[in-house]
């Protein structure tokens, strides 16, 4: 898998990509100060997932994943920072970025969170749920106390509710498929429909899709 790690902290860049490519299969093939430095050097690199960086200087974070969902939907975008607030999580979730990796995390973790968004299309550790429950707690959008959001009853069945349920506590589309005793190729055609459905940019999107509308609880992810 190529990577490339866009962070404007050169001695961090460095370790990460040191680290990085320690681990099979992950290769660094390119490293950026900035959103516009990445973008500079894109057309001359092949990549599947891009490290990004939310607060760099001449181009954010923000402002590179908006970019990179609009014109290259094809890269994986795992979000790398130490910004942990509610806002700027909320906002990184609203672009499209496919999972998201505080820097005060575990290192070993992040082979795992990568291989997560390349085999899933998406991460889904248990610090992002625990932000996204305070991100909704922070919303407190109720669809029966503001009568804002209306959703067809019809529009996800059981299955796919449960499905949901399963990925918001981190679970493979292998996993999810043994513990349902189905084919994997059956929880994929699910996942596909799901995404359709809610019309999510990705699965980070379903399942705050699937908590606005009071498909999935809170306590449930």
Request: some cysteine; proline content about 2%.
């Amino acid at each position: 898998m190529k990577v490339a790690i866009v962070d404007d902290h050169q001695l961090f860049r460095k370790s990460l990509a040191h680290l990085l490519n320690s681990f099979d299969d992950i290769e660094v093939v390119f490293q950026a100060n900035n959103g516009r430095d990445f973008l500079d050097k894109l057309n001359e690199f092949k990549i599947d997932l891009v490290l990004l960086d939310i607060q760099m200087p001449e181009m954010d974070g923000y402002q590179t994943c908006r970019v990179l969902r609009d014109k290259y939907p094809d890269i994986f975008v795992l979000i790398i920072s130490q910004l942990t607030t509610k806002e700027s999580i909320h906002k990184v979730m609203e672009l499209g970025a496919h999972g998201f990796f505080t820097k005060n995390s575990d290192p070993e973790q992040l082979q795992g969170a990568i291989l997560s968004v390349k085999e899933n299309g998406y991460y889904f550790g248990q610090e992002l749920g625990n932000i996204i429950r305070e991100v909704m707690l922070w919303e407190n959008k109720k669809p029966e106390e503001n009568g804002s959001i209306v959703i067809d009853e019809d529009l996800l069945t059981t299955r796919e509710i449960e499905i949901i349920k399963f990925v918001s506590n981190g679970s493979s589309s292998k996993e999810i498929s043994d513990m349902l005793k189905i084919n994997v190729r059956t929880v994929e055609s699910h996942r596909r429909h799901i995404l359709e459905k809610t019309k999510a940019k990705n699965f980070i999107g379903v399942v705050i899709f699937a908590l606005k509308h009071q498909l999935i609880a809170i306590d449930e992810i």
